[in-house]
């Protein structure tokens, strides 16, 4: 009786652009399920949080975020992207009646409270992917073949800097913290963790059955909400290149400054070491992280909180004009540094700060050099 009932019922993948709130840079995905005989329509979406939990962006970083699956009216839902200027586009599925009542059905179990949260994953198992999963993954009898199943996609760091083209500070961020996993390319079902990898994989899917028989997934796509203003947010005046290049620049006047005056300006070490150590530590945690993506991260060759533990001795023997043997490690690990760009794409401007703290440690190794190399004076 009640699959007879879903002649009447559509059932949609909804796509909504970006806009300029920092958690919706990458767009969104929902499901809607519209019953025209009696006029519910509701819009399924597994993209709830909430700012105000307990330590939210750390629990984020670290992969320990809980999301949630609500449902609430269409209309309600496309009120909020509309004031954004955010279009949402729909692509109502071909599916059976059977078919339709099979998600409705999984879509209640979910919507259970037991069922309703879920471990937040940004790449893997976000609100995307789940919606993906709910409509292609309870077909009774068929399946969803997509188009290019076999084939490699871009990597995660690739399809992220596409997304944040326009927003130089937010992308050195997302940099930082990705590691040698996110340069990898993914799958088909990888790639899918983006809106619009979705949607356009939805365009061009097949629904093949037991039989052989064959139809598109997609019936028809419309707009339902179309693309308004939306206000753009300024970011710092000052690109990461731009900044690293000034600190390049400081960093040959200071070492310049040093050779020409033969004094030693240790408090421009000392800053370099706390900056970089304080940054270490957050790329240091990034190793208890449950994201997959930044656990190995080069970048820790560079950025690592052993700096915070050798600044006292470096500031001693610096102001004594004592030789030290740090020089020598630091060396070694910016070349490693170096190195491993083969791998792993670094941030924005991080090679040229690479360089400032190369230039520094070698100065400082052939500084003290002189120290040691001064004539002795016999009995």
């Avoid at 949402?88 to 009542?101: D, P, R, S």
């Avoid at 059955?209 to 339902?224: A, C, F, K, M, T």
């Avoid at 308004?228 to 000034?246: C, E, H, N, R, Y």
């Avoid at 533990?309 to 102001?319: D, G, L, N, S």
Wanted: charged share 20%; hydrophobic share 45%; glycine share 6%.
């Amino acid at each position: 009786m009640m699959i007879n009932r879903m002649d009447s019922v559509e059932i949609s993948l909804l796509t909504c652009s970006p806009h300029e709130a920092i958690y919706s840079l990458y767009g969104h995905t929902a499901i809607r399920i519209n019953d025209l005989r009696n006029g519910e329509d509701l819009a399924v979406n597994y993209g709830l949080f909430s700012f105000e939990k307990p330590h939210f962006v750390l629990r984020f970083v670290f992969g320990l975020t809980d999301y949630e699956m609500g449902i609430e009216p269409f209309e309600s839902f496309c009120r909020q992207y509309r004031y954004y200027g955010s279009s949402v586009t729909q692509q109502v599925l071909n599916l059976t009646n059977e078919e339709k009542w099979n998600i409705v059905k999984a879509v209640n179990i979910n919507y259970m409270p037991e069922n309703s949260v879920y471990r937040y994953n940004y790449f893997y198992d976000n609100c995307t992917t789940r919606a993906v999963d709910m409509l292609t993954t309870h077909l009774a009898d068929a399946h969803v073949v997509f188009e290019g199943e076999q084939q490699k996609y871009p990597s995660f760091r690739e399809m992220v800097h596409g997304c944040l083209l326009h927003h130089p500070w937010n992308r050195f961020g997302n940099d930082m913290l990705l590691g040698v996993k996110a340069d990898c390319k993914t799958t088909l079902r990888e790639h899918q963790f983006l809106p619009a990898n979705a949607m356009d994989d939805f365009r061009h899917a097949m629904i093949v059955g037991q039989d052989g028989s064959n139809r598109p997934l997609v019936l028809r796509e419309e707009i339902v909400v179309p693309e308004g203003t939306q206000d753009a947010w300024k970011d710092f005046p000052l690109s990461p290149k731009d900044v690293f290049l000034i600190v390049l620049a400081i960093t040959v006047l200071i070492t310049l400054l040093e050779a020409y005056t033969k004094k030693v300006l240790w408090g421009y070490d000392a800053l370099l070491m706390i900056l970089c150590g304080l940054a270490g530590i957050v790329l240091f945690l990034m190793l208890f992280s449950q994201h997959p993506t930044v656990r190995v991260n080069l970048l820790l060759l560079l950025l690592n909180p052993l700096p915070l533990f050798f600044i006292w001795r470096m500031i001693r023997r610096a102001r004594k004009r004592l030789p030290d043997r740090q020089y020598a490690g630091w060396i070694i690990l910016i070349c490693l540094f170096f190195i491993g760009g083969i791998w792993q794409h670094y941030a924005e401007g991080i090679f040229l700060l690479a360089s400032s703290l190369l230039i520094r440690n070698v100065w400082c190794l052939l500084r003290q050099r002189k120290y040691t190399t001064r004539p002795s004076v016999s009995e």
